[in-house]
């Protein structure tokens, strides 16, 4: 085994020394942060042996750097998904609203709908009642035979100038 590192044992708790197993590579890799923090970082993995509880764990190496950096990255980093989780609960909020009075136009359409036929059958009755009472305040076509003074009831003729 090669080199020793004393740290917090992950499984055990136990602050003990753990000795590398392996060394995956045995140089150090370069393009790690580049993209991220604009230099570069270089590290490679080993993994170690507790020597306490005998248990395996992977560890990264990095080179001396102002990890500061890495920090101030990392904080900018968790502020744009604090607002960009902001900005979709809102976006979520008015996608909401958008679908419930998308729900409520539906609802008044299918009411519409469900009065459509009734209203039609209203349309039709009071436009059959309209021309009854057009109809009825027609004046009466008299019959043409009647003289001014005759009248008629129970079918005998009466004649108004007599007085028996």
């Known amino acids: 085994m090669g080199h020793s590192l004393i740290m917090y044992c992950r499984y055990c708790n136990n602050k003990v020394e753990h000795r590398v197993k392996i060394t995956d590579p045995s140089h150090y890799y370069r393009p790690i942060l580049r993209t991220f923090c604009g230099e570069d970082f270089l590290y490679r993995s080993r993994e170690r042996v507790c020597l306490d509880c005998n248990t395996s764990c992977e560890t990264v ?8 950096v890495i920090d101030n990255k990392l904080q900018e980093l ?19 609203k958008r679908n419930d009075l998308q729900q409520e136009v539906d609802s008044l359409k299918k009411i519409i709908m469900d009065l459509a036929g009734p209203i039609h059958q209203l349309e039709k009755v009071l436009a059959a009642a309209s021309i009854a009472n057009i109809l009825a305040a027609a004046p009466i076509e008299h019959n043409s035979s009647l003289q001014k003074d005759e009248t008629y009831v129970d079918n005998e003729e009466i004649d108004e100038d007599d007085d028996n």
């Open 78 to 96: 968790e502020n744009a998904k604090i607002r960009a989780n902001y900005f979709k609960s809102l976006y979520d909020g008015q996608t909401k």
């Open 61 to 68: 190496e990095m080179l001396g750097y102002d990890f500061n």
